[in-house]
């Protein structure tokens, strides 16, 4: 419950902290820590409109999408403290696909709606998310072979850093888990949330037609995200440096703010790829995480 309960503090104040970060950096006085929130709340007191060439997948996806995020933040442990609420042998895939269903149901959604503006966005995500799959998978992968177990309470648990080596691959680890949560957050470089240049819209076209609660159900899923990820490189960081619990409570909280800051700032001074760049891109960080994979492999001498 406590991871649980410092992820939710992480989503409360990520969307405000990047706002805030990118207004202070281009000299304007920005909006309030909890404005993004605001507007969600805004959203959430409207009804929804159906176009009348949806389904029943349409209404329900942004429910399913907003639970299957919810699912997977239950796996997430809190370092080496509490487990999380659901822990297994394996459970980082089962983390990994829940992530995968709820995008399902999202781009599924989309396509329902009969709009080939919106099936263009749904095509995109897809693209993306299919290939920033496998860096997800090696960065997790050489956990496993650093720590020896498949789940996440355990793998944490186990992560030890005893040299320069091992905290040079933390941070190519937190650098990756960075970049792949902007990417499946349909941030810069790939997407630009603030865009609405019908060419290269993403994210944002392929949740066009929502409107109203979903559409609020929606943001807050994506905050919820964010702070998922944030979490992910706080078990990373924390474990190692064994600090008490309250000390590791602070430092969790603090390694969201500053991965929101961090957000901020590259989305700051960080332009758009051309469309044809993205996938060049991202297969990139495969590339990276693979040599990482690969130097793990023959620093511990495990298969």
């Given at each position: 419950?406590?991871?649980?309960?410092?992820?939710?503090?992480?989503?409360?104040?990520?969307?405000?902290?990047?706002?805030?970060?990118?207004?202070?950096?281009?000299?304007?006085?920005?909006?309030?820590?909890?404005?993004?929130?605001?507007?969600?709340?805004?959203?959430?007191?409207?009804?929804?409109?159906?176009?009348?060439?949806?389904?029943?997948?349409?209404?329900?996806?942004?429910?399913?999408?907003?639970?299957?995020?919810?699912?997977?933040?239950?796996?997430?442990?809190?370092?080496?403290?509490?487990?999380?609420?659901?822990?297994?042998?394996?459970?980082?895939?089962?983390?990994?696909?829940?992530?995968?269903?709820?995008?399902?149901?999202?781009?599924?959604?989309?396509?329902?709606?009969?709009?080939?503006?919106?099936?263009?966005?749904?095509?995109?995500?897809?693209?993306?998310?299919?290939?920033?799959?496998?860096?997800?998978?090696?960065?997790?992968?050489?956990?496993?072979?650093?720590?020896?177990?498949?789940?996440?309470?355990?793998?944490?648990?186990?992560?030890?850093?005893?040299?320069y080596v091992s905290w040079l691959y933390v941070a190519i680890s937190v650098?990756?888990?960075?970049?792949?949560?902007?990417?499946?957050?349909?941030?810069?470089?790939?997407?630009?949330?603030?865009?609405?240049?019908?060419?290269?819209?993403?994210?944002?076209?392929?949740?066009?037609?929502?409107?109203?609660?979903?559409?609020?159900?929606?943001?807050?899923?994506?905050?919820?995200?964010?702070?998922?990820?944030?979490?992910?490189?706080?078990?990373?960081?924390?474990?190692?440096?064994?600090?008490?619990?309250?000390?590791?409570?602070?430092?969790?909280?603090?390694?969201?703010?500053?991965?929101?800051?961090?957000?901020?700032?590259?989305e700051s001074f960080r332009a758009r790829l051309k469309m044809i760049y993205?996938?060049?891109?991202?297969?990139?960080?495969?590339?990276?995480?693979?040599?990482?994979?690969?130097?793990?492999?023959?620093?511990?001498?495990?298969i």
């Amino acid at each position: 419950m406590i991871s649980l309960l410092l992820i939710f503090i992480g989503a409360l104040i990520f969307p405000g902290l990047i706002s805030i970060t990118k207004a202070k950096l281009s000299g304007k006085k920005g909006p309030g820590i909890f404005q993004p929130y605001k507007d969600i709340l805004r959203l959430l007191k409207k009804g929804s409109v159906y176009s009348s060439t949806t389904s029943f997948v349409f209404q329900v996806a942004p429910i399913i999408y907003m639970a299957s995020v919810l699912g997977a933040i239950l796996m997430i442990p809190f370092g080496n403290f509490k487990q999380g609420l659901i822990s297994f042998e394996g459970d980082f895939l089962m983390f990994a696909y829940m992530l995968a269903f709820g995008k399902f149901l999202m781009i599924i959604s989309a396509l329902d709606t009969g709009s080939g503006f919106e099936g263009m966005g749904a095509n995109r995500e897809a693209l993306y998310s299919m290939l920033v799959e496998p860096a997800f998978f090696i960065v997790l992968s050489s956990v496993v072979m650093l720590s020896g177990y498949t789940s996440f309470y355990e793998m944490f648990t186990h992560f030890h850093v005893e040299n320069y080596v091992s905290w040079l691959y933390v941070a190519i680890s937190v650098y990756l888990l960075i970049q792949i949560t902007l990417i499946e957050n349909s941030r810069l470089p790939v997407d630009d949330p603030k865009t609405h240049l019908e060419l290269t819209m993403v994210h944002e076209v392929m949740v066009l037609d929502n409107s109203g609660f979903d559409l609020g159900l929606i943001q807050i899923t994506g905050a919820l995200k964010f702070a998922m990820f944030g979490a992910l490189i706080g078990n990373l960081v924390i474990p190692p440096m064994h600090l008490g619990f309250e000390l590791s409570a602070l430092a969790f909280v603090v390694i969201q703010a500053l991965f929101a800051i961090t957000v901020g700032f590259m989305e700051s001074f960080r332009a758009r790829l051309k469309m044809i760049y993205n996938p060049q891109f991202i297969l990139t960080l495969s590339g990276i995480a693979l040599i990482a994979f690969f130097a793990v492999f023959f620093i511990t001498k495990t298969i």
